[in-house]
């Protein structure tokens, strides 16, 4: 028997979760991005900006403590604190092909699955400026290192461009996006160099 009366989940409960089973600085700031991307396009869309960035905030929930068991320990701990099923559905979702065969449905799961990937693309671009700042990239600077597989070897570009693909929107233009939403929290993610 299902509790239907879920807890919803603020930000500052699923910072503290992410908190208790993250203690790498990298991946805290990545769930931050993914979290700030995922509130942009949140209000480009109209929807639940809450919503969307506690579910950008968790994502990764289980990665830096149980990486062979990703996404699936992430349901129990998210189950076991009587998240909605549309949230831990939903963190399934970004890592469909990879760890689950969740497939994105919603605009929401669309969204992380084509975002997750490009922040850590980004945040590469912008560490490598003379700057090693987020505020003044551009999207042709990220698009320069896009076919150098050593530049930021840990993206999957065919991710981005499959997330891309299911939400029906140029690569650019996604790009651009997540620049402007990770523009909004430069000194959280640790990204306004010397501006």
């Known amino acids: 028997m299902t509790n239907l009366n879920h807890?919803?989940?603020?930000?500052?409960?699923?910072?503290?979760?992410?908190?208790q089973y993250t203690k790498s600085e990298s991946?805290?700031?990545?769930?931050?991005?993914?979290?700030?991307?995922?509130?942009?396009?949140a209000r480009k869309h109209g929807a639940d900006e809450e919503k969307w960035g506690v579910i950008g905030l968790v994502h990764d929930l289980?990665?830096?403590?149980?990486?062979?068991?990703?996404?699936?320990?992430?349901?129990?701990?998210?189950?076991?604190?009587?998240w909605p099923e549309e949230?831990?559905?939903?963190?399934?979702?970004?890592?469909?092909?990879?760890?689950t065969d969740v497939e994105p449905q919603s605009i929401l799961e669309k969204t992380l699955y084509a975002v997750d990937e490009l922040?850590?693309?980004?945040?590469?671009?912008?560490l490598i400026r003379p700057s090693k700042s987020v505020l003044d990239i551009r999207v042709k600077s990220v698009k320069r290192n896009w076919k150098n597989k050593r530049f930021a070897a840990g993206v999957d570009r065919t991710?981005?461009?499959?997330g891309a693909e299911m939400l029906q929107i140029e690569i650019p233009d996604l790009i651009q996006g997540c620049i402007e939403a990770m523009q909004e929290v430069a000194e959280e993610l640790e990204l306004k160099g010397n501006l």
């Open 119 to 126: 922040t850590g693309l980004i945040r590469t671009t912008a």
């Open 62 to 82: 289980d990665w830096d403590q149980f990486p062979e068991q990703h996404c699936k320990k992430t349901r129990e701990i998210l189950e076991d604190a009587n």
């Open 27 to 41: 991946l805290i700031i990545h769930a931050l991005a993914v979290e700030a991307c995922m509130r942009y396009y």
């Open 7 to 19: 807890h919803i989940p603020t930000k500052e409960e699923a910072f503290s979760l992410l908190k």
């Open 87 to 99: 949230y831990i559905r939903a963190v399934e979702s970004h890592a469909y092909l990879t760890c």
């Open 159 to 162: 991710v981005i461009e499959r």
